[in-house]
Structures are given as structure tokens and as C-alpha cells.
């Protein structure tokens, strides 16, 4: 059934205004990145809130194996990547794959989409100039501080003493969070996130690091280098 529904999109993208990369500008098509930049990188493997897009053009649909969080529908529907498949999904991605996760409604300008693919399909290929991997960088770290995620994410290692977590303490609704500057600041309990990173720019172990959010500078994330370090990094105690 959703092949079905895959196949009816295209067909109706396809009679309506097709927005192929050949009939795009690829340098528009940067600016249009600011469209998928907070969620994907164009790094190889480089994963962040949606798959990297590196190597795109030619690759089944969920099938980018350093990435574990698929939809099961985008799994299922048997695409390809190409203009034609890569049109009707940034056109309306509930259409083309419904039960699809991804947090994106489209872009409906023929012109726009056209631009974004034309820039896409040579900033993904392999062996891709880095100039146009880093014009694509430049946009996710703006978008990435405005939105909260996206860019190339900054080590965790040898940060800061105001950055360095020495001490995380709870009691009622507050956070406190000691940092190895000497300094402690409270937060209330929804505004302050706690998060894991693995990765090579990730925390050192038993290092978690304070991350500022938000525009008021009253939210920010607590980040460790694995799961198990939450519960014994945090003392119930006031």
C-alpha cells in the first residue's frame, strides 16, 4: 500500500510542476538549504536529528546503516533517491510516505525545491568539493543556534571551566548544577535538559559538560558521555 501511495505522489508531482536539480540554481539552492540544515549534515555519517545527507542520489530510502532511527514506513516503501523520488518528498512528506516521522511539511514553491536539489545533488556526491559541504555547515550553525540543534557540533572535551560539571544536585522542582569554576546555578526542572553523546566530540567519561540554551539564559542542557551516568551524577539532596 504505500508503494501505491509513493507511486501516486510522483505521478501527481510529476503533472503539476516538477522541480528537477538540472532545471535549479544551485547557488539559491544553499540558501535553501536553511530548510533541512537543523536536522541534517552533509558529512558522511555525520548524523544528527535526521540522517547525513552525503551520498544521497542513489540510496534506498532508510537505508543509511549508521542511522537507527527510521520510521518503519520510510523503511517499508522501497524508494530510491533521485530528482523525482527527492521532489515529491521535500514537495509533502506525509503524502508521499504516510506514517513517516519526519517534523517537516514541505516546501511548495516548484522554483525553491528545484534550487535545493540542484545544490544538493552536488554537495552530496561523493567527493564533493569541501566548499560546498562547508557552505551547507555555515547554514546549519546558523540555523542550529537559533533552533537549538544542527552545524557541526562543538567537543565537549576540554571545555571551559563554566562548562564543566562538577556536582548536579535535585530537590523539589530545582536543579542545582555546580560547575568547576566554583560557581552554582539553579534551574527549574523543565529547564534543564539532560542528553548523551558518544561521539568522538562527545564528553570525556565521568565529564558531563553544561551547554546554555534558549534566549533568556535561564534553560540548558547537562551532557554525558553515556546513559548510565545520569542517575549517578545526580544526588537527591537539599
Given at each position: 500500500?504505500?508503494?501505491?501511495?509513493?507511486?501516486?505522489?510522483?505521478?501527481?508531482?510529476?503533472?503539476?510542476?516538477p522541480?528537477?536539480?538540472?532545471?535549479?540554481?544551485?547557488?539559491?539552492?544553499?540558501?535553501?538549504?536553511?530548510?533541512?540544515?537543523?536536522?541534517?549534515?552533509?558529512?558522511?555519517?555525520?548524523?544528527?536529528?535526521?540522517?547525513?545527507?552525503?551520498?544521497?542520489?542513489?540510496?534506498?530510502?532508510?537505508?543509511?546503516?549508521?542511522?537507527?532511527?527510521?520510521?518503519?514506513?520510510?523503511?517499508?516503501?522501497?524508494?530510491i533517491?533521485?530528482?523525482?523520488?527527492?521532489?515529491?518528498?521535500?514537495?509533502?512528506?506525509?503524502?508521499?510516505?504516510?506514517?513517516?516521522?519526519?517534523?517537516?511539511?514541505?516546501?511548495?514553491?516548484?522554483?525553491?525545491?528545484?534550487?535545493?536539489?540542484?545544490?544538493?545533488?552536488?554537495?552530496?556526491?561523493?567527493?564533493?568539493?569541501?566548499?560546498?559541504?562547508?557552505?551547507?555547515?555555515?547554514?546549519?550553525?546558523?540555523m542550529?543556534?537559533?533552533?537549538?540543534g544542527?552545524?557541526?557540533?562543538?567537543?565537549?572535551?576540554?571545555?571551559?571551566?563554566?562548562?564543566?560539571?562538577t556536582?548536579?544536585?535535585?530537590?523539589?522542582?530545582?536543579?542545582?548544577?555546580?560547575?568547576?569554576?566554583?560557581?552554582?546555578?539553579?534551574?527549574?526542572?523543565r529547564?534543564?535538559?539532560f542528553?548523551?553523546?558518544?561521539?568522538?566530540?562527545?564528553?570525556?567519561?565521568?565529564?558531563?559538560?553544561?551547554?546554555?540554551?534558549?534566549?533568556?539564559?535561564?534553560?540548558?542542557?547537562?551532557?554525558?558521555?553515556?546513559?548510565?551516568?545520569?542517575?549517578?551524577t545526580?544526588?537527591?539532596?537539599?
Amino acid at each position: 500500500m504505500i508503494r501505491i501511495a509513493i507511486a501516486a505522489v510522483l505521478a501527481s508531482t510529476a503533472s503539476l510542476s516538477p522541480a528537477f536539480a538540472a532545471d535549479g540554481d544551485a547557488s539559491r539552492g544553499a540558501q535553501a538549504l536553511r530548510a533541512c540544515a537543523a536536522c541534517h549534515s552533509l558529512e558522511a555519517d555525520k548524523n544528527m536529528t535526521g540522517p547525513s545527507l552525503a551520498g544521497l542520489w542513489g540510496r534506498k530510502a532508510g537505508g543509511l546503516a549508521s542511522f537507527e532511527r527510521y520510521s518503519d514506513a520510510l523503511k517499508s516503501s522501497g524508494m530510491i533517491w533521485d530528482d523525482r523520488s527527492l521532489d515529491g518528498w521535500i514537495t509533502d512528506p506525509d503524502a508521499m510516505v504516510p506514517d513517516n516521522e519526519m517534523p517537516f511539511n514541505g516546501i511548495k514553491e516548484a522554483r525553491a525545491r528545484a534550487d535545493l536539489l540542484a545544490f544538493l545533488k552536488e554537495a552530496t556526491k561523493p567527493g564533493a568539493h569541501p566548499q560546498m559541504a562547508q557552505q551547507g555547515g555555515g547554514m546549519g550553525g546558523m540555523m542550529g543556534g537559533m533552533m537549538g540543534g544542527g552545524g557541526r557540533d562543538p567537543s565537549l572535551k576540554n571545555l571551559e571551566p563554566p562548562k564543566q560539571v562538577t556536582k548536579l544536585t535535585y530537590c523539589h522542582d530545582t536543579y542545582r548544577v555546580t560547575t568547576a569554576d566554583g560557581k552554582t546555578r539553579a534551574f527549574w526542572e523543565r529547564n534543564l535538559r539532560f542528553k548523551t553523546d558518544s561521539s568522538e566530540s562527545g564528553p570525556d567519561k565521568g565529564a558531563p559538560a553544561l551547554m546554555p540554551a534558549g534566549m533568556m539564559g535561564d534553560r540548558a542542557s547537562v551532557i554525558f558521555a553515556a546513559p548510565d551516568e545520569i542517575n549517578k551524577t545526580i544526588e537527591a539532596r537539599c
